[in-house]
Nanobody
Framework: QVQLVESGGGLVQAGGSLRLSCAASGRTLGCYVCGWFRQAPGKEREFVAAISSSGGSTRYADSVKGRFTISRDNAKNTVYLQMNSLKPEDTAVYYC????????????WGQGTQVTVSS
């Protein structure tokens, strides 16, 4: 089972940017289909973005399309989430997850990193 560790969260003003990282260990490829999810206080965890093992295919939630970009560096076993034009409603704990496919239930989760966007 792969282990995932997120980093890069923090406090940023609305309109600002952050880049999250997810470092994978415990498997050669690291994360297979890697996804980012988020959970705001009092809300359910929701899908944000995902990327295929090769990096050639990506998926995004409508709420982040055009603002967030997911990418990966397989040589470093790391997945990134570049977040631009951040909004207060993006405030949440962001989790990295490993899945067998785009429609598969995640099988491993990171511990999460807090992103807070002030207005």
């Amino acid at each position: 089972q792969v282990q995932l560790v997120e980093s890069g969260g923090g406090l940023v003003q609305a309109g600002g940017s952050l880049r999250l990282s997810c470092a994978a260990s415990g498997r050669t490829l690291g994360c297979y289909v890697c996804g980012w999810f988020r959970q705001a206080p009092g809300k359910e965890r929701e899908f944000v973005a995902a990327i295929s093992s090769s990096g050639g295919s990506t998926r995004y939630a409508d709420s982040v399309k055009g603002r967030f970009t997911i990418s990966r560096d397989n040589a470093k076993n790391t997945v990134y989430l570049q977040m631009n034009s951040l909004k207060p409603e993006d405030t949440a704990v962001y989790y990295c997850a490993d899945s067998g496919g785009f429609t598969s239930t995640p099988r491993s989760w990171g511990q999460g990193t807090q992103v807070t966007v002030s207005s």
